[in-house]
């Protein structure tokens, strides 16, 4: 592995010990040929997960296994991932496995050779394989939010992102935020833009989330985003004299 990759592939766990390791190998598969470091993130786990993942670090040398003492959440485990990451260009899926790692490249060079004003390219799943009330409440959701804050984004919970780590790293950090990465990006002055994926059964595991919970945490969120919003102003580019 060279000392500077070009992509960073972070994956936030927990409880995905069926899951975690499968994942892992496609995802090596798909960027087999390419400068890239894996960096799965368990958040506190309370089964196998961080274990399995530490024994396949002898299988696959790229993989780094970083690991919460306290359960945090998906959000801070994409920020743990990507403060730890070496790569200008940050890929991320989620680890139940229904993110199709194949897809991943193509959004990650997309992004390699796109302008410096685009910061990110995001998953917009296809066919989903997702219970009808979830299907229906993720439509809701994105359609609420999408008219609200203008983010251009049909899905923003996609777990299948590629954006620019500085870019990220310059957004207010907040619980949730990987759903209002395009808003916040946008509000930067920076550029997105949407690619169709893959989208699949989940195979083991349960979802750590519900509808209600869903909903119950959008509802300040959006209001938040939308104040932040309200506050940005855009200095239209910056020189130095």
């Known amino acids: 592995m060279t000392a500077t990759p070009d992509f960073s592939i972070v994956v936030p766990v927990f409880d995905e010990g069926e899951a975690a390791p499968k994942l892992a190998r496609e995802i090596a598969t798909a960027f087999a040929g390419d400068n890239y470091e894996m960096i799965f993130v368990d958040d506190a786990s309370r089964d196998d997960t961080k274990a399995r993942l530490i024994a396949l670090k002898a ?113 207010p950090y907040f619980d949730h935020i990987h759903r209002y990465i395009p808003a916040l990006m946008l509000r930067e002055g920076y550029e997105v833009s949407f690619q169709p994926v893959n989208h699949r059964h989940r195979e083991s595991g349960v979802s750590k989330y519900t509808n209600f919970g869903r909903l119950k945490a959008s509802i300040s969120d959006l209001l938040g985003v939308m104040w932040l919003q309200s506050r940005a102003r855009d200095p239209q580019g910056v020189e130095e004299a």
């Open 59 to 171: 299988e696959i040398p790229r993989l780094r296994v970083l690991s919460h003492q306290k359960n945090s959440g998906q959000s801070r485990a994409v920020r743990t991932g990507v403060l730890a990451a070496r790569a200008p260009i940050i890929v991320t899926l989620d680890g139940d496995g229904q993110n199709d790692p194949a897809d991943a490249p193509r959004l990650a060079k997309a992004l390699l050779v796109g302008p410096r004003t685009l910061a990110l390219v995001g998953g917009e799943r296809v066919k989903r394989q997702d219970s009808s009330a979830k299907r229906f409440a993720s439509k809701f959701g994105n359609g609420v939010r999408k008219r609200l804050l203008k983010d251009t984004a049909n899905d923003t919970g996609c777990g299948l992102k590629a954006f620019r780590r500085e870019a990220f790293l310059r957004l």
